[in-house]
């Protein structure tokens, strides 16, 4: 073999060892990443929850609900049984929803978990945390950047005037936008004495629709709202009856006669219902 075709051969070489380590690095990058595409993170209480990719961190995995990573939950790994692909249309706020940054309590990257927020908002206010996911969920899938066609905005979908009445200054902020929407819920149920139909219906719609019906209004958009609330809450108080019943059972000892502590316990309540004042 000549000089030149030697040296020919040594570049060659040279080359696909570079493309290989491109390629191992490449690969390895891939792997790194979290898992990716809209999907729904199945949960043992009967919840979903619609998420961009997730990032399991061994006892708990987090859902990011946005794509620019702004907005997550955190979830015991062990209370999510499964995932499926989110084939649902979505909805008009999150087809709509922004991307922008949050302002700065969103790049002070101290803001609490949204769990976090919905206990605390729902202590407040004494609701059910569980009826506040649910509204949550269903006004917009856990965005807090949502945005409606009418200029609702956030996680419980605050319109302008409703934001300034309850002192909220940023709709996009999870914490202030929950607490807001939290207030605003306890505010409907007292009016409506806690007919927590009546009280969904006006927080879709608007009081003045409700009182103008004396009910649910006929319309297809707020009888779907209240439907799919009552539904998701009622399943998931269901799930934790099931499961107060299991452990009932798991737990029973072999004599026939149960114990004190066993008598005492008592399932969820299924009915719809909001948690009174304490």
Do not use: W
């Amino acid at each position: 073999m000549t000089q030149s075709g030697s040296s020919a051969s040594v570049k060659a070489a040279r080359i696909a060892a570079k493309a290989g380590v491109l390629l191992c690095a490449l690969a390895v990058a891939l792997l790194a990443r979290p898992a990716t595409a809209a999907e729904l993170a199945i949960l043992r209480n009967g919840f979903s929850i619609r998420h961009e990719h997730r990032l399991a961190m061994g006892t708990t995995t987090r859902l990011y609900l946005t794509a620019d990573d702004s907005s997550f939950t955190d979830v015991p790994t062990e209370e999510i049984t499964g995932y499926e692909k989110d084939l649902s249309l979505p909805t008009s706020a999150e087809a709509t929803a922004t991307n922008a940054a949050s302002s700065d309590s969103a790049k002070s990257g101290s803001a609490p978990a949204l769990n976090e927020v919905v206990n605390s908002a729902s202590a407040t206010y004494h609701l059910d945390p569980d009826l506040v996911n649910s509204v949550i969920h269903a006004e917009s899938g856990f965005n807090s950047r949502a945005v409606s066609r009418k200029g609702a905005r956030g996680l419980m979908q605050l319109m302008p005037s409703t934001a300034s009445h309850l002192g909220v200054n940023d709709a996009f902020d999870p914490q202030s936008n929950v607490t807001g929407g939290s207030r605003y819920l306890r505010e409907l149920l007292e009016r409506y004495n806690f007919d927590l139909v009546k009280a969904l219906a006006a927080y879709n719609a608007g009081p003045e629709r409700v009182e103008q019906y004396q009910g649910v209004p006929p319309f297809r958009e707020t009888r779907a709202y209240v439907a799919r609330v009552v539904h998701e809450y009622n399943t998931k108080k269901t799930a934790q009856e099931k499961e107060a019943k299991r452990k009932q059972a798991s737990n029973k000892p072999p004599s026939k006669t149960p114990s004190h502590a066993q008598r005492a316990l008592k399932p969820v309540a299924t009915s719809v219902t909001a948690a009174s004042p304490r």
